[in-house]
């Protein structure tokens, strides 16, 4: 059973920077996509930055380019968002996210009813 844990969220001050973690484990093979999505207040989820486990290829959402870094620790099974330059409206919870991957790398950048498994989200507080 996949089982995702996510850590690292908190209050900052704008233009401060902070980790997400997320811990995954029940992956039985390295054919999956791992995203970070996020559910901003009164907004639907969407999605923030994704990563192929095998090809090591990115996505990331226009709003987060430059600042955001998603990156991946494939022998202890974690998955990291280093968000920097953090803004206001970079508020809200934040998920970690994976799905089995048979497109060839491809399923990075799919809506997040695509990926079947969650994390319990952990809240990003940036004030101003």
């Known amino acids: 059973q996949v089982h995702l844990v996510e850590s690292g969220g908190g209050l900052v001050q704008a233009g401060g920077s902070l980790r997400l973690s997320c811990t995954a484990s029940g992956l039985t093979s390295d054919d999956y996509a791992m995203g970070w999505f996020r559910q901003l207040p009164g907004e639907e989820r969407e999605g923030v930055s994704c990563?192929?486990?095998?090809?090591?290829?990115?996505d990331y959402a226009d709003s987060v380019k430059g600042r955001f870094t998603i990156s991946k620790d494939n022998a202890k099974n974690m998955l990291y968002l280093q968000m920097n330059s953090l803004k206001p409206e970079d508020t809200g919870t934040y998920y970690c996210?994976?799905?089995?991957?048979?497109?060839?790398?491809?399923?990075?950048?799919?809506?997040?009813?695509?990926?079947?498994?969650w994390g319990q989200g952990t809240l990003v507080t940036v004030s101003t």
């Open positions: 990563i192929s486990w095998i090809y090591g290829t990115t």
């Open positions: 996210a994976a799905e089995f991957d048979y497109s060839g790398g491809h399923l990075c950048g799919a809506p997040p009813t695509d990926f079947g498994y």
